[in-house]
């Protein structure tokens, strides 16, 4: 079966620090998609990024990064300068096949909760 | 991408009854999702909606208790039935807009309902 391990729970960091969310995940399937998602408090689910299993070149978005490595199964987010805004849970997902068909739903990570303080 | 519109946004039920949680989409769509997420929890698939057959439901989630419709493309409902304060949760629906030039799965804004 599919796992998504974000093992941070909370983190608290003062603004302008820099910080990396760890995504771990379990799969069996050679082809697969990883996301990130952004939760603010509103409660809406934000799209921030997807990757599927055979790209693992790091991607750059303004203050995003993120760092894919296969060898340790690991999809993790880095926020370069936090800002308040950027307070919120952040979710690590993996795609996984329905039975019977091609289409996919998300196994996702407990969430870590990011406070970014002024 | 897609855009969903999912109402209501919020509610707060009496328990025993029932709530419909409507999602429409701007463009046609296969499959509609429909996840739970309980208070401070993940988010949990509760059931796939393909137009036109049953839904397929989760490990733990029945049709009694969460039936959905899915009477064409773009539009799907999830109903909340004999309500508990258990089922008090963010419910959210999905779909996979890759087909429509989004860049993977798009949510709605969520319905936060509260049981009492």
């Known amino acids: 079966a599919q796992k998504v391990t974000q093992a941070q729970t909370e983190i608290s960091v003062v603004e302008k620090e820099d910080v990396t969310l760890d995504c771990v995940y379990e799969?069996?399937?050679?082809?697969?998609?990883l996301f990130w998602y952004k939760q603010p408090p509103s409660g809406e689910l934000v799209f921030l990024i997807r990757r599927n299993s055979f790209d693992e070149q790091n991607e750059i978005s303004g203050r995003y990064s993120w760092n894919f490595q296969k060898s340790t199964s690991s999809f993790n987010f880095t926020i370069t300068a936090s800002q308040v805004v950027d307070s919120a849970v952040y979710f690590c997902?993996?795609?996984?096949?329905?039975?019977?068909?091609?289409?996919?739903?998300?196994?996702f990570g407990k969430g870590t909760l990011l406070t970014v303080n002024p | 991408s897609a855009v969903i519109s999912q109402k209501p946004s919020r509610d707060i039920c009496q328990r025993g009854t029932s709530l419909t949680i409507q999602c429409q989409v701007d463009?046609?769509?296969?499959?509609m999702f429909w996840y739970r997420q309980q208070p401070g929890q993940s988010l949990t698939l509760i059931a796939t909606a393909n137009q036109g057959s049953e839904a397929t439901y989760e490990s733990g989630f029945v049709i009694d208790k969460f039936p959905i419709s899915r009477p064409n493309l773009t539009f799907s409902t999830l109903t909340v039935s004999n309500m508990s304060p258990e089922d008090s949760s963010i419910y959210l629906c999905s779909v996979d807009d890759t087909g429509t030039g989004g860049y993977g799965y798009t949510f709605g804004s969520g319905t936060r309902l509260t049981v009492v």
């Open positions: 799969t069996r399937d050679t082809t697969y998609y």
């Open positions: 997902a993996l795609s996984e096949a329905l039975s019977g068909g091609s289409n996919y739903k998300l196994t």
């Open positions: 463009s046609q769509v296969t499959m």
